[in-house]
């Protein structure tokens, strides 16, 4: 597939692929499950290599090789037929990234078609008994198609994707704390042994859901305001969705193998995790290291204060600074490097024993909190 293909690919709407889409996608998937084992074995290597100038080669394979996989068709569906989302540094929705989704990626995490109505299942009361047991064997169990005694449709498909994403409390645990509430007030509707009531700090009068009318008014008008802001949190994170996505498609279409493909995909990314997690944290370490030693030295050559990284734009109008803010983005979001800059300098400096201003006017550690 030629990479205008791809990218055009990567940006259709699942709803518009045909049967050639798909079979181009299932050859991606792949090859993007050969890419995550090569980069597990080039993530050995880089811990192992002892020299700077073989852990700079392995680095740059490294990343040479998550670039490629990351831009394959089959990741960017596989971040959809998971739902995968993520927020960048300063809780912006960006696209995940393969060192971000490997930590997180459980078993119970499934793939669905977009346009899939499931929103959850009844299993078969012998089932449900056992999870009701609340044993540990139980906590994450999945269970077998052939156990669901009821399935729960809701449509159109964009609810669930809505929903879960008002259940992220990285998307806004506000939100979380409002579907909280709306919760257990509907459970104590139905509990016989809880009632709720409602204390307004405006109105040093307290209503309960007692005998009293003025009472029961007091908690109607309260569920309504919290319907009302779960109803609107639901309009403002439907904003994030394309609706397009979500729409079932016109032509039949076959798309078992290309979802198989997606839970061997996520197989392999446990596999990962749990052969080696600490293979992506000492990368990701090294990685931060490395920027912060390319900044000192850029700050330094260009007679700056080597005490802070500037904003992107001051720096894009240095001369060469264009390049550095460049490789920054590639690998790190730029508010991140200037907070884990501001950190690592300040170390760097008590480490070395003195500060070393461009001005070369020495001044000793113990005037670093000063400075």
Not at 139 to 163: C, G, H, M, Q
Not at 166 to 193: F, G, H, N, P
């Amino acid at each position: 597939m030629s990479d205008l293909n791809e990218i055009n690919l990567i940006q259709k709407p699942l709803s518009e692929f045909n049967q050639e889409d798909i079979k181009a996608t299932v050859t991606s998937a792949k090859t993007a499950i050969d890419l995550l084992d090569n980069i597990y074995l080039n993530l050995q290597s880089f811990k192992q290599a002892k020299s700077e100038s073989l852990k700079f080669q392995f680095r740059d394979l490294i990343q040479q090789k998550v670039a490629e996989l990351e831009s394959g068709v089959a990741f960017n569906t596989f971040i959809k037929l998971f739902n995968i989302t993520c927020v960048d540094y300063e809780n912006k929705p960006k696209k995940p990234e393969l060192f971000e989704i490997i930590p997180i990626i459980q078993e119970t995490n499934t793939p669905s078609l977009p346009w899939d109505t499931s929103f959850g299942n009844l299993y078969i009361n012998a089932v449900e008994d056992q999870y009701l047991t609340l044993g540990q064997q139980f906590k994450s169990k999945t269970v077998r198609s052939d156990v669901y005694a009821k399935n729960v449709l809701i449509a159109p498909a964009e609810f669930k994707n809505v929903f879960n994403l008002m259940r992220q409390e990285t998307q806004s645990l506000r939100c979380r704390e409002i579907l909280d509430i709306y919760c257990a007030l509907k459970l104590v509707e139905d509990l016989e042994d809880y009632s709720v009531e409602i204390n307004d700090l405006k109105n040093p009068k307290i209503s309960a859901n007692g005998e009293s009318k003025e009472s029961s008014e007091s908690l109607k008008i309260f569920k309504q305001e919290i319907t009302t802001l779960c109803i609107k949190y639901f309009k403002e994170f439907k904003k994030q969705l394309n609706t397009q996505d979500y729409k079932i498609p016109e032509k039949k279409t076959d798309w078992n193998e290309l979802l198989l493909l997606n839970y061997s995909l996520r197989d392999a990314m446990i596999k990962f995790r749990l052969k080696d997690i600490k293979l992506i944290e000492n990368y990701s370490l090294d990685t931060n290291e490395i920027l912060c030693k390319d900044i000192r030295a850029f700050l330094i050559s260009k007679d700056k204060s080597q005490l802070e990284l500037p904003s992107s734009h001051v720096i894009s109008k240095i001369d060469q600074g264009h390049g550095l803010v460049k490789k920054i983005g590639k690998l790190r979001n730029y508010k991140f490097m200037q907070d884990t800059y501001s950190a690592w300098i300040v170390k760097k400096i008590e480490e070395e024993g003195y500060y070393h201003p461009n001005n070369q006017k020495s001044t000793t550690s113990e005037n670093i909190s000063d400075i």
